[in-house]
C-alpha cells in the first residue's frame, strides 16, 4: 500500500535492506519504544481497573444477600399479635417490598442488564420497608402515650427496629456502591486509543520487516512472530471485553447471584 501510494518508479535492487537499515533507527529508537510503553500502561490500567470493578461488585452483591438474611431473621422475630392484625399486616407488607427487591438485583444481575436500565435505581422497594419501619416506630410511640384500655398491638423491641432500620441502611449504602461501580465504564474512545495503538505496533513489524531478503531466508519465521502479535492484541481485546460485563464470559460472577433465588 505504501509503495502504491508513493507511486515510486523504480525497483529497489538489494530487497529494501537499505531502506530498513536506514529506518530502522528511528522505529526501534523512538516510535515502538514510546508507542509500547504508552499501550502498556494504558492496556494495564484497563484490566486492573476493570476486574477490581467485578470484585466491587461481587463484594456489594454478597454484603445485600447478607443484609436481606439478616432483615428476614429480624421480621421473623418481630412480636405479632392474633387480635389484631395491624403487625401482621406490617411484617407481610414488609416481605413483599424484600421479594420484590429480590427479584431486582436478579434482574439487574442478567448478562442482557445495561446501563441505561439504572436511572433510577436508587428508587426502589426499600422506600416501602422504610415506610413500614417507620408505621411501627410511630405506633410504639403512639402506645405510650394512649390508655391502657383501648388494646393495640405490641410495638417491636427498641433493639429489634433499631436493628431493621441500621439493615435497610446498609442496603441502601450496598446498593449505592454497585450501581456506581455498574456505571463505571471506559468511553468508547479509550478503547479506540487501545486499538489505534496496537495496530501501530503491527505497522511498525511490517515496516520493519519490509524486505525481500527476510522474506526469502525466513518467510516461516516472520508469520510466526506476526502471529503471535496478532494473537496477543486478539486475546488482550478478548479479556478487556470479557471483563467489561461482569455476569458473562470467562470471569462472570454470577454465582454470587445464584444466592438471590434461595433467598427470594
Not at 132 to 155: C, D, F, Q, R, Y
Not at 186 to 196: A, D, E, G, K, Y
Amino acid at each position: 500500500i505504501l509503495d502504491s501510494l508513493s507511486q515510486n518508479n523504480w525497483v529497489v535492487v538489494d530487497g529494501g535492506t537499505y531502506q530498513a537499515k536506514i529506518i530502522a533507527p528511528a522505529i526501534n529508537g523512538v516510535v515502538v519504544p514510546a508507542i509500547s510503553i504508552l499501550f502498556a500502561n494504558l492496556i494495564a490500567t484497563t484490566i486492573n481497573t476493570l476486574r477490581q470493578r467485578q470484585l466491587d461488585i461481587r463484594t456489594c452483591l454478597n454484603m445485600e444477600a447478607g443484609q436481606l438474611r439478616i432483615l428476614q431473621s429480624l421480621l421473623d422475630s418481630f412480636p405479632s399479635n392474633n387480635n389484631n392484625s395491624s403487625n401482621s399486616n406490617n411484617s407481610l407488607a414488609c416481605r413483599r417490598y424484600l421479594t420484590q427487591y429480590t427479584t431486582r438485583l436478579i434482574a439487574e444481575s442478567q448478562p442482557t442488564m445495561t446501563v441505561e436500565s439504572l436511572d433510577y435505581s436508587l428508587d426502589t422497594e426499600l422506600n416501602g420497608v422504610l415506610v413500614e419501619l417507620n408505621k411501627w416506630a410511630s405506633a410504639g410511640t403512639s402506645t405510650a402515650t394512649t390508655s391502657t384500655t383501648t388494646p393495640t398491638p405490641p410495638p417491636p423491641p427498641p433493639l429489634l427496629l433499631g436493628n431493621a432500620y441500621t439493615a435497610v441502611s446498609n442496603l441502601y449504602e450496598e446498593r449505592a456502591k454497585r450501581i456506581a461501580a455498574l456505571r463505571s465504564l471506559f468511553p468508547p474512545l479509550h478503547f479506540i486509543i487501545l486499538s489505534t495503538l496496537a495496530i501501530s505496533i503491527c505497522i511498525a513489524f511490517l515496516l520493519e520487516t519490509k524486505q525481500d531478503i527476510l522474506v526469502f531466508l525466513n518467510a516461516i519465521q516472520l508469520r510466526v512472530l506476526w502471529t503471535m502479535l496478532v494473537g496477543t492484541f486478539t486475546a488482550l481485546g478478548i479479556v478487556c471485553y470479557d471483563l467489561g460485563n461482569p455476569f458473562r464470559g470467562s470471569y462472570q460472577i454470577t454465582k454470587s447471584v445464584h444466592q438471590l433465588y434461595t433467598i427470594r
